[in-house]
């Protein structure tokens, strides 16, 4: 099944910016002669003073990651002002909101207005260039208002996904010191209403710090204002003059900030900064979904992820795009929304994750089919591998075996995709990602970094840097190195697994540290179990993934009680409750084990291989557990494993 191959399809290959011969061509030049190469693409982007300097970067020793250095920009400008004269009243954004009678065109001049109203309320309230937003929005167009405004003043924002508890807000703001937040009264998704000032409240009860809280009204929903903190954004913005001229930004100063999980401790601040990025993300979201002037195009990703930065927000209004923002979900009112949604607005080009048609190709084709899905063009996946079955059925129902499927592999860190096919140049396999973009050189190598060569298996690493490669850890450059290229000496290790084949294509495994991935998003697993240590009835947790049907992997979790607690169900759900509000209903676990006792080294270091291989019922394959203080502990978990589905 995962053995096909399907080629280009000629109809797109006719209209596509490159095919195979021009794909071959231009990344062999990427990567002789980056210099070169990158310092002709950089001039997409509009600067204010062009850059001398392409690329300066150092993987080892002392990390350095510098692009167009010299160079000054403003990202609004280049996402909105520039357009103006030829493209002022095209739609720039295009808003469906949870209810399907809710949606709104916005034109670019309307956008610049916005931007700039926003980014004056951010001034009065004393937001300096440099200075960090937090951004606590849900999908409407003001999430995208409040991005561009804080580029516009040349703040940094720091974008807390919506679904995030206050516990993780409060952490993600004291981390990067924000003396401002930027939410809703309430969000909307699938009908019903999401507590985000309530949220913001609990979170600021216990830290220190924010001076000023900025709410965008929404549902109209009651909330409590905080006299002297909370502004209504209305009521901030009838104040502040129209205009705003943008800022004039080095190529290297920071542009945004976002948290993600690794496989230790506290969730890492990824900076990205100004140029590199933005010529990243425009470029990989002209070449990668073969975007056109007038296509219509729509990643259904939340501004909360780095999916949402590059691909809603920064690549495609640097484009001149017209982006769709999307504030619900697939499955309301009924589980044909998003094909609905492409009809209603045209969407040539369609960007999501393998979780959502998972879920979607389990509610039957009648929702898909029930569409034309005619102006479809265009398909794209991200966030996890994509098994070979949903992928087949995205082609054949959705897509009517007319679209290709850009399987996109890239990360938080890296701000852009890494491993695509090119519309017009690949041919494609199911559940590959296929081959690098332009400048990216992938490598594979063992467990000691030796490198591997041809059709092999082993662990991605990225051998140089690219324009929209994170530069640091925020405050932490120490923890940035350590974490990306301490592991392999002078190369960034992804903490991917994968395959090549014997045509180069990657095949992405998965992670091979502790990080899971469950619906697309990165959960470290050690940030699940100081979770449940925090309850007072658990004295030791471990967590690690197992295979889901929809989630790609569930959240499992052993836990030992504290001595004389009683193992029951309800304790269960209280245990799933706890940490859903611990960090936020993403990180819900699916199954909970009550272990007596957890596989230990001698030395004390849980052995998490036995753990997921248990967890993943595959106990014939535990491999060596002689070196275990008390080998009796697997034999019990194996036994109440089997009670648990
Ligand atoms: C991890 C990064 C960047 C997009 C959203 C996720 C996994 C991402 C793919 C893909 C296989 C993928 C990797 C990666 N991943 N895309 N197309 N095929 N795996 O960003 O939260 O930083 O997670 O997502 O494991 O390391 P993220």
Not at 403 to 414: A, Y
Not at 436 to 458: I, N, S, W
Not at 534 to 556: L, N, R
């Amino acid at each position: 099944m995962s053995g096909e191959v399907f080629p280009v399809p000629a109809s797109v290959a006719e209209a596509a910016y490159v095919d195979d011969a021009a794909y071959r061509a231009m990344y062999q030049r990427s990567v002789e002669d980056p210099d070169g190469f990158w310092g002709e693409h950089g001039k997409r982007l509009d600067w204010i003073k062009p850059y001398t300097k392409v690329k300066d970067t150092r993987y080892a020793p002392d990390v350095s990651i510098k692009w167009f250095e010299d160079g000054t920009l403003n990202v609004s400008a280049n996402c909105i002002d520039r357009h103006l004269a030829t493209r002022g009243d095209k739609t720039a954004i295009i808003f469906e909101g949870d209810d399907p009678n809710d949606s709104r065109h916005i034109t670019y001049r309307e956008l610049h207005a916005e931007v700039c109203r926003f980014a004056n309320v951010l001034k009065a309230h004393g937001v300096k260039k440099g200075d960090r937003v937090t951004i606590y929005l849900p999908m409407i167009p003001e999430a995208a208002y409040a991005m561009l405004a804080c580029t516009r003043v040349g703040a940094i924002h720091s974008i807390v996904f919506a679904g995030f508890s206050p516990d993780s807000l409060a952490g993600r703001i004291e981390d990067c010191a924000s003396k401002i937040v930027l939410t809703a009264d309430e969000g909307l998704r699938g009908g019903r209403k999401v507590a985000l000032k309530a949220n913001v409240d609990a979170a600021l009860a216990k830290i220190g710090g924010v001076e000023t809280v900025v709410v965008v009204k929404r549902t109209g929903g009651a909330i409590a204002m905080t006299e002297g903190r909370d502004v209504w954004y209305h009521e901030e913005a009838a104040k502040v003059p129209a205009d705003c001229p943008p800022e004039e930004m080095n190529a290297e100063d920071p542009l945004f900030i976002l948290y993600t999980s690794g496989s230790t401790g506290k969730p890492k601040g990824v900076l990205h900064t100004t140029g590199g990025y933005l010529v990243y993300a425009s470029m990989t979201h002209q070449y990668v979904f073969d975007y056109h002037d007038g296509d219509v195009y729509w990643c259904t990703a939340d501004v909360g992820w780095v999916t949402g930065h590059s691909y809603i927000v920064y690549g495609p209004l640097a484009n001149g795009a017209t982006t769709l923002m999307f504030e619900g979900v697939p499955t309301w009112p009924d589980a044909g929304r998003f094909w609905q949604v492409v009809d209603k607005h045209k969407v040539n080009i369609f960007y999501t994750a393998p979780t959502a048609i998972r879920s979607l190709m389990g509610a039957g084709n009648d929702h898909v089919t029930k569409t034309s899905r005619a102006s479809l063009r265009i398909l794209g996946s991200v966030g996890e591998p994509i098994n070979p079955e949903a992928w087949l059925w995205y082609h054949n129902v959705v897509g009517q075996q007319r679209c290709p499927i850009v399987d996109t592999w890239w990360q938080t860190e890296t701000g852009g995709i890494l491993i695509t096919p090119l519309p017009g140049a690949t041919a494609l396999k199911p559940g590959s990602a296929t081959r690098p973009f332009f400048g990216v050189q992938p490598a594979v190598v063992d467990a000691e970094g030796k490198f591997l060569e041809g059709a092999t298996e082993g662990n991605l690493v990225i051998t140089d840097s690219w324009p929209g490669q994170m530069r640091t850890i925020y405050g932490d450059h120490e923890r940035f190195e350590q974490t990306y290229f301490s592991t392999y000496k002078g190369l960034y290790f992804t903490g991917d697994g994968c395959r090549r084949d014997e045509d180069g294509y990657y095949w992405i495994t998965g992670r091979v540290d502790d990080v899971i991935n469950v619906s697309g998003h990165r959960m470290g697993t050690a940030e699940v179990e100081s979770a449940l240590v925090a309850h007072p009835k658990v004295s030791e947790a471990a967590v690690v993934g197992y295979p889901h049907d929809i989630k790609g992997q569930g959240i499992y979790c052993y836990v030992t009680l504290m001595a004389g607690e009683e193992p029951t169900e309800a304790l269960k759900k209280e245990l799933k409750d706890w940490v859903r509000r611990e960090i936020g209903p993403i990180a819900t676990p699916d199954l909970i084990q009550f272990a007596p006792g957890l596989p230990k080294t001698r030395s004390g270091k849980i052995m998490r291989r036995i753990l997921r291989k248990i967890a993943e019922n595959e106990f014939g394959s535990l491999g060596d557990t002689s070196t275990l203080a008390d080998p009796a502990v697997v034999t019990d978990l194996i036994d109440n494993r089997q009670n648990l589905k």
